[in-house]
């Protein structure tokens, strides 16, 4: 008796241990996203106030650097990425914890 006792003791164990990680991935899921989406609002700023400026230097007939352009490119296509992974994650997160909370139900 004493055998399944401790087996059942470990099991229970690895079972909320397993939850607590889950909750842990759901609840910093959130935050890294939130985190993303701050840190895509001060490039994108960073990169108003860089076009700004060229076009100022533009308009006073100077060319634009290639270094400049380039940096302006991947911008963008970091934009489109934090895009598509920004827009699908309310629903993402519900899933989860949605899941979450169905396997804690279970016996």
Do not use: H
């Amino acid at each position: 008796m004493s055998f399944f006792s401790c087996e059942i003791g470990q099991l229970l164990s690895d079972v909320c241990s397993c939850f607590g990680s889950e909750v842990k991935y759901i609840c910093n899921l959130k935050k890294n996203l939130a985190a993303l989406d701050k840190a895509m609002e001060v490039l994108r700023a960073r990169r108003d106030d860089v076009l700004t400026e060229v076009q100022r230097k533009e308009s006073e007939g100077l060319k634009r650097l290639s270094e400049v352009q380039v940096w302006l490119t991947s911008v963008e296509d970091i934009q489109n990425q934090v895009y598509e992974l920004l827009l699908p994650r309310t629903a993402e997160v519900e899933r989860l914890w949605s899941l979450y909370k169905t396997l804690a139900k279970e016996p």
